[in-house]
């Protein structure tokens, strides 16, 4: 008896083992008749740690991709692929072989290199024949008017106080601070340091097992000794904000703005060409989107199960 139900046991096991790698294997979306299978995307959903949803939107973009390519008959020959994959190995102060050797160490088998940079190249001269047909030159004029609406972005401190917030955990920092006004007044609670009956913004005292974990200091920050992310952060902020809560290499840290010192502004000679760059990366971005928008909206999708 015992040994019937010990085989029956393993038998639905190996049902439900054999059930589940059929559901994965299955087919979950039919793009132009390219299919997309729940494995892949499971598997680009845990490679790049985003929501599976978010994984097939992105494989159904490369479908569309792959067909377009194929309609515009868009080759890559060897010649071209060699010079590109020479170029990457110079960049990095070595020979061809000695990448593809890097690539081996790395677990990359040198024909699946070059299959997936052959499809980059392919997608590279699909996206410059989408810009070349749609792309509007921008002129001195649009520059300007994005110079004058966005000074802030060409506003410039040579330092800040700040109260200086740090801790090993996020929570604990979070758990001071319960939005992103923390302070109405950052002088009073940089004068605060250290007082026992602190209190946050909205007048409840602050849990002192949560304040022992954190360490405050008022410190002054100078542009050109800080990372400058994090200054372009300060500088966007406003005084009395407290700053997103960030991850250090020693734990975690946020800043409360006491002051802004040594304002100066980009003249706009200086700015535009930054300004240029930015406007045509999204202006190509805008145009590659709407492409892509309207492809997906005309294509044959059928939907068999969703992830």
């Known amino acids: 008896m015992l040994k019937k139900s010990f085989l029956a046991a393993i038998f639905g096991l190996f049902l439900s083992v054999s059930a589940n790698a059929a559901l994965v294997d299955a087919i979950s979306v039919v793009v132009d008749d390219e299919p997309i299978t729940m494995y892949e995307i499971y598997r ?18 490369e479908k569309l991709e792959l067909s377009q390519i194929k309609q515009m008959n868009i080759q890559v020959d060897d010649f071209v692929l060699n010079q590109q994959i020479e ?29 997936e940079l052959k499809q980059k190249l392919q997608r590279d001269r699909l996206y410059q024949y989408i810009l070349s047909s749609k792309y509007e030159n921008i002129d001195e004029d649009k520059l300007l008017v994005y110079y004058n609406n966005n000074l802030i972005e060409f506003t410039r401190f040579e330092s800040f106080d700040v109260v200086k917030i740090e801790g090993a955990n996020a929570d604990d920092i979070a758990a001071v601070f319960y939005d992103d006004k923390a302070d109405k007044n950052p002088t009073d609670a940089a004068a605060k340091i250290g007082d026992e009956n602190l209190t946050n913004e909205t007048g409840v005292q602050i849990d002192p097992a949560k304040e022992q974990n954190v360490t405050r200091s008022y410190v002054q920050i100078l542009s ?25 290499s020693d734990g975690f840290v946020t ?17 535009k060409n930054a300004i240029m760059t930015k406007l045509s990366s999204i202006q190509e971005s805008t145009i590659i989107k709407e492409h892509f928008e309207t492809l997906k909206a005309r294509a044959s999708i059928t939907i068999i199960r969703l992830p």
Request: glycine share 4%; no cysteine.
């Open 44 to 61: 680009l959903s845990k490679q790049f740690d985003i929501p599976t949803r978010e994984a097939l939107e992105v494989l159904i973009r």
């Open 87 to 115: 170029a990457i190995a110079a960049k990095n102060n070595m020979s061809v072989q000695s990448f593809y050797g890097a690539l081996f160490r790395e677990g990359v088998l040198a024909d699946t290199y070059r299959s």
């Open 224 to 248: 050109i000794d800080e990372d400058p992310k994090v200054i372009a952060l300060l500088s966007k902020s406003e005084v009395g904000e407290r700053m997103p809560i960030m991850q250090t």
């Open 255 to 271: 800043y409360i703005i006491v002051s802004k010192n040594g304002k100066s502004v980009i003249p706009f000679e200086q700015a």
